[in-house]
């Protein structure tokens, strides 16, 4: 007995049944998905546009944009529809791509956020050295290691979840497709798949969560030995917002993927999901843009532009 032939289609966990209710999370979630889309639209802009703008930290910040498109645009679009349309279903090939396109932005996203912090690092540590170590090409197979490897650790869960027959419910306790979620639906003993999915994501999380504490603790010593206030201020002003970043990111998916299936609850599962899969790639274009003022005077830059450019053709 097969997956494929026994389940066809999957019932996605709806927030509320009220219509109403149904419309107005229907417009809530299209005003985030739009300032999503624009706040990482205009640091993809700024970012390219800006030459000033053309250093490695800045390069790792525009990857991480995109990547926050491609991450939210994974299950807010279905969920919209979704409530528009008053309907749950969700093929199982799309629960197929909505799995693996989810994990490898997400895991993507990590990698990234694990890069930026040693490009930090090099940045406060070895400054004179920097140009050095962070050359164009080095940036580049950072960046790409973190697509491909990303890529393969979604494929390999993903294979592994859809391997399982599913002939039971076909209800998941979630807005969207997740693995935790999918394993509770599976008639066959799925606890190889748990353990397998808390062993890596133990590991990886470890090996990020160790990079970016070594690199920060480097980084913290060295500012607080800066002489001037005004260059410890420069320096922690580059480094807090990647590192509040990453722990909203990371603390939600830990309390995700690491527990075990059958401890979870669907309202504490769907809140940490709205975190992390909604929350922050809004908050992302937030926090590096509006304390950071080279981001803001190139925005700035585009604006003025923009509007002499429509002065011009308008006169």
Not at 172 to 183: A, E, H, K, R
Not at 200 to 213: E, K, N, P, Q, T
Not at 274 to 303: C, D, M, Q, T, W
Request: charged share 10%; hydrophobic share 50%; aromatic share 12%.
């Amino acid at each position: 007995m097969t997956n494929q032939s026994t389940v066809t289609k999957f019932l996605l966990q709806g927030f509320s049944d009220v219509r109403e209710l149904q419309i107005l999370h229907f417009v809530l979630f299209l005003v985030i998905y739009l300032a999503a889309l624009m706040g990482n639209l205009l640091i993809i802009t700024a970012v390219a546009l800006d030459h000033h703008l053309h250093t490695p930290m800045y390069f790792f910040l525009g990857n991480l944009s995109f990547l926050d498109i491609c991450y939210i645009s994974v299950t807010v679009p279905k969920s919209m529809v979704s409530s528009l349309n008053n309907t749950r279903l969700i093929s199982f090939s799309g629960c197929v791509a909505q799995v693996y396109l989810g994990l490898h932005f997400a895991s993507a996203e990590l990698a990234l956020l694990t890069a930026m912090a040693y490009d930090r690092y090099v940045a406060i540590c070895h400054p004179l050295r920097y140009r050095v170590i962070m050359t164009r090409g080095a940036c580049a197979q950072m960046a790409a290691g973190s697509w491909i490897s990303s890529c393969i650790y979604s494929l390999l869960h993903t294979a592994n979840t859809f391997r399982l027959p599913f002939c039971g419910s076909n209800v998941i306790d979630q807005f969207f497709c997740d693995i935790p979620q999918l394993l509770k639906l599976s008639c066959s003993d799925t606890s190889t798949n748990e353990i397998v999915i808390i062993l890596c994501s133990a590991f990886l999380g470890l090996i990020f969560f160790l990079s970016i504490l070594v690199s920060y603790i480097h980084i913290f010593s060295t500012v607080l030995r800066i002489p001037s206030a005004q260059g410890r201020y420069k320096a922690f002003s580059t480094c807090l917002p990647h590192l509040v970043v990453f722990s909203l990111f990371i603390s939600t998916g830990i309390y995700t993927y690491l527990r075990p299936v059958s401890a979870s609850s669907p309202y504490q599962d769907m809140l940490a999901a709205v975190l992390y899969s909604v929350a922050s790639p809004i908050i992302n274009p937030l926090i590096y843009s509006l304390r950071n003022k080279e981001i803001k005077e190139a925005l700035g830059k585009i604006s003025s532009k923009i509007f002499f450019t429509k002065t011009l053709f308008t006169s």
